[in-house]
């Protein structure tokens, strides 16, 4: 993914490669190669920098977020035991907990351009009430575990769409 800034100053070219990198002063492993290049003022020649990053989650990430729609099914609360799914995500330690309407949830995210990719999520295994709810919880922990969807967001909602057509909408939770 390249990036570029150009102002009567010079430009600034940013340059990052999805790679395993590991910082060489520190040990910190990242997720991303970087390198920075800038040319203008008086240098006619560009510097180049080196070194290694990793993206950020977007601050309103970091929230609890209510499933309200998966693919074309609408959800309903009432249909759950304990409520309609949800995800709560701490943004700053790449964590994500929640429930699947009845089970727990737990594990990590990792977050991109744009993107986010769970890794595998671990759920509790209580036997739940309710006629399709087990079949749900299979299918929803199914389609987010391990999986890469592009992230956006709208004024309250925020949509993951996977590359397989699979789309989940959540609604902010107060």
């Not at 990052?16 to 920075?36: I, W």
């Not at 290049?37 to 020649?45: L, Y």
């Not at 709560?88 to 949830?105: D, P, R």
């Not at 309710?130 to 909602?157: C, H, I, P, Q």
Request: hydrophobic fraction near 35%.
């Amino acid at each position: 993914m390249r990036f570029r800034a150009t102002t009567e100053s010079g430009t600034l070219d940013l340059q990052l490669v999805a790679s395993d990198c590991q910082d060489n002063m520190s040990g910190e492993p990242f997720t991303n190669h970087v390198t920075v290049t800038f040319q203008g003022g008086r240098d006619t020649v560009p510097s180049t920098y080196l070194g290694c990053g990793r993206w950020i989650a977007p601050a309103r990430l970091h929230d609890s977020w209510g499933l309200v729609r998966f693919n074309t099914d609408t959800i309903d609360p009432g249909s759950f035991g304990k409520g309609a799914p949800y995800l709560e995500f701490q943004a700053a330690e790449g964590l994500v907990m929640g429930s699947a309407g009845c089970n727990s949830l737990t594990g990590g995210f990792t977050p991109g351009y744009r993107s986010i990719r769970f890794g595998d999520l671990a759920s509790t295994e209580m036997w739940c009430m309710g006629e399709g709810v087990m079949d749900f919880e299979a299918r929803f922990l199914k389609a987010l575990s391990g999986g890469r969807f592009d992230l956006s967001f709208t004024n309250v909602e925020l949509t993951l769409r996977h590359a397989d057509g699979t789309e989940l909408v959540f609604r902010r939770m107060d």
